[in-house]
């Protein structure tokens, strides 16, 4: 399975944007899947994870109440919207998925990653 992150910019403090991450060469359909991130110096932080169904999601405290993890399995993909960006949300974002059951905030527990993509939030 390959993952395709898109969907990074440059936007103001207070402004919106959705990634996406795209599957190819496989079905994500039955794997759990989240998001990552990285910024300069840092290491890299849970953000996001849903399960394969949808059905059960778990947020970093850090973003809750202002993303939203989603996913289209008919579609092979998965979202992340994000509104009320904040500078501290600048990173390199990751979107990974996971053969494991339930809920996964390690990404220890991810077996296939795609590559980053930028967001930068200026205020």
């Known amino acids: 399975v390959q993952l395709q992150a898109s969907g990074g910019g440059l936007v103001q403090a207070g402004d919106s944007l959705r990634l996406s991450c795209a599957a190819s060469g496989g079905t994500v359909s039955r794997l759990g899947m989240g998001w990552f991130r990285q910024s300069p110096g840092k290491e890299r932080e849970f953000v996001a994870t849903i399960t394969w169904s949808g059905g059960s999601t778990v947020y970093a405290d850090s973003v809750k109440g202002r993303f939203t993890i989603s996913r289209e399995n008919a579609l092979n993909t998965m979202y992340l919207q994000m509104n009320s960006l904040k500078s501290e949300d600048t990173a390199v974002y990751y979107c990974?998925?996971?053969?494991?059951?339930?809920?996964?905030?390690?990404?220890?527990?991810?077996?296939?990653w795609g590559q980053g993509t930028q967001v930068t939030v200026s205020s």
């Open positions: 990974a998925a996971t053969l494991l059951l339930r809920t996964r905030t390690s990404g220890s527990d991810y077996h296939y």
